[in-house]
């Protein structure tokens, strides 16, 4: 049996968890003017690293991180270009002109996780590419509107499903957004597709990520042989975005606002 455990965050929780969300969020402000051709993804984890600890004070969750069944995650980020679905590990592979890439990054400032990712485009990217990295940025923001007090996870994935599955496209399966607090990943799971009013009821002080994987082609996936790595099977390109989101009494609070965080779209 599957025994879930939900956290409600108490106030003093919370303001941590506000602190650690916005710092996760800035890192990503840091790091933007640096994603051009050129780079590689181990220069964008070492600047994000060193800006995580030696300026924000915070430790960068990925690193040597080891859930079950995996070897120590070995960088403080991940960086997952164009066919990578989620967990890409940073290399010397320079980034060039038309690609697409998630950051990914979780901060740890006094115990509490902060987890957001957005996706940037390397010089110009292709109309498809563009359009995928905008839907799924538009199909969180879709999963994040439903948010409130009784309504439910399957309202989440439901809304996020509808609309990428409307426009063509494939949600992955085996990955899905998580309560979030003093551990990285905690209960419940929260899946990017589903059936409108089912599953878990939301209630103020839960705090879990919305961050969907959406593929331009078919769902499927595999993992490579570095351990980590997730690309799609028939290599589509593939995009994911990240929030962590507290819920409230009047609805939803985003804690991974920062300056330059792509407003939500109009609807
Ligand atoms: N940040 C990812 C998430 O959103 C998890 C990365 S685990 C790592 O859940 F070990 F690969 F960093
Ligand atoms: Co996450
Ligand atoms: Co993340």
């Known amino acids: 049996m599957n025994i879930m455990s939900i956290c409600i965050k108490t106030p003093e929780e919370i303001a941590k968890m506000r602190i650690a969300g916005r ?24 600047l994000c690293h060193d800006y995580m600890v030696n300026v924000q004070g915070c430790i960068p969750a990925p690193l040597n991180y080891a859930p079950h069944g995996h070897a120590p995650y070995p960088k403080s980020i991940c960086t997952s270009i164009n066919h990578q679905v989620c967990h890409g590990v940073p290399g010397d592979k320079k980034l060039k002109s038309g690609d697409i890439v998630n950051l990914d990054i ?36 879709r999963g994040i509107y439903t948010v409130k007090p009784g309504s439910t996870l399957g309202d989440i994935g439901h809304a996020i499903q509808s609309f990428a599955e409307g426009l063509g496209y494939s949600i992955v399966r085996e990955f899905c957004g998580h309560g979030i607090g003093k551990r990285f990943h905690e209960d419940p799971q929260v899946l990017h597709y589903g059936k409108a009013n089912s599953g878990t009821r939301l209630e103020a002080g839960m ?22 790595t997730i690309v799609t099977k028939d290599h589509s390109l593939s995009a994911q975005w990240e929030h962590t989101i507290l819920v409230i009494e009047t609805g939803f609070e985003v804690l991974t606002l920062s300056a330059d965080a792509p407003p939500p779209p109009a609807l």
């Open 23 to 46: 710092l996760a969020g800035e890192v990503l402000d840091y790091v933007t003017p640096f994603v051009k051709a050129g780079v590689t993804t181990e220069e964008l984890d070492r």
């Open 106 to 141: 979780t901060t740890i400032k006094d115990g509490y996780h902060g987890d957001t990712s957005r996706m940037f485009y390397v010089g110009e990217p292709s109309i498809q590419a563009r359009r995928l990295c905008e839907s799924t940025h538009e199909a969180m923001w």
């Open 207 to 228: 705090i879990f990520t919305i961050e969907p994987m959406v593929n331009a082609g078919k769902a499927g996936i595999k993992q490579l042989g570095d351990g980590w």
